[in-house]
C-alpha cells in the first residue's frame, strides 16, 4: 500500500480534529512530493509524463503540453479544468 492509499483508509477512522491534523499533514507531503503526471499528447497520441505542475514539453514530440489532469486537484482551486485551445486553463492561461 503507497502513503496515499493508506491515506484513503486512515480517513474513514478518523474521529477528533487531532487525527484530521495529522492525516492533513500527511497528505500535503504526499501531494507536494507527487511532481509529475502522465498526460496524454493530442499531438503524438502517447501518454507521456511531464512535471505536474508547470507547462513543459512532450518528451515524444516536443510539442507544449499542459498537465491539466492535475487541475483538477489543484492544492489553492478546486475548479476544473476548463481547457480550451484559445486561452488554455484557469490554471496555466495563455500570456500575452
Ligand atoms: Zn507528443
Ligand atoms: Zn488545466
Request: with cysteine; glycine share 4%; net charge negative.
Given at each position: 500500500m503507497?502513503?496515499?492509499e493508506r491515506l484513503k483508509h486512515d480517513i474513514m477512522s478518523v474521529h477528533?480534529?487531532?487525527?484530521?491534523?495529522?492525516?492533513?499533514?500527511d497528505l500535503i507531503e504526499v501531494v507536494d512530493g507527487e511532481n509529475t503526471t502522465y498526460e496524454y499528447c493530442s499531438c503524438?497520441?502517447?501518454?507521456?509524463?511531464?512535471?505536474?505542475?508547470?507547462?513543459?514539453?512532450?518528451?515524444n514530440c516536443?510539442?507544449?503540453?499542459?498537465?491539466?489532469?492535475?487541475?483538477w486537484d489543484d492544492i489553492?482551486?478546486?475548479?476544473r479544468c476548463d481547457w480550451s485551445k484559445e486561452k488554455r486553463c484557469w490554471r496555466?492561461?495563455?500570456e500575452g
Amino acid at each position: 500500500m503507497n502513503k496515499l492509499e493508506r491515506l484513503k483508509h486512515d480517513i474513514m477512522s478518523v474521529h477528533t480534529f487531532e487525527q484530521l491534523k495529522e492525516l492533513l499533514v500527511d497528505l500535503i507531503e504526499v501531494v507536494d512530493g507527487e511532481n509529475t503526471t502522465y498526460e496524454y499528447c493530442s499531438c503524438c497520441e502517447r501518454e507521456v509524463e511531464i512535471p505536474a505542475d508547470t507547462p513543459s514539453r512532450c518528451p515524444n514530440c516536443d510539442q507544449p503540453i499542459l498537465p491539466c489532469s492535475t487541475c483538477w486537484d489543484d492544492i489553492d482551486g478546486i475548479t476544473r479544468c476548463d481547457w480550451s485551445k484559445e486561452k488554455r486553463c484557469w490554471r496555466f492561461p495563455k500570456e500575452g
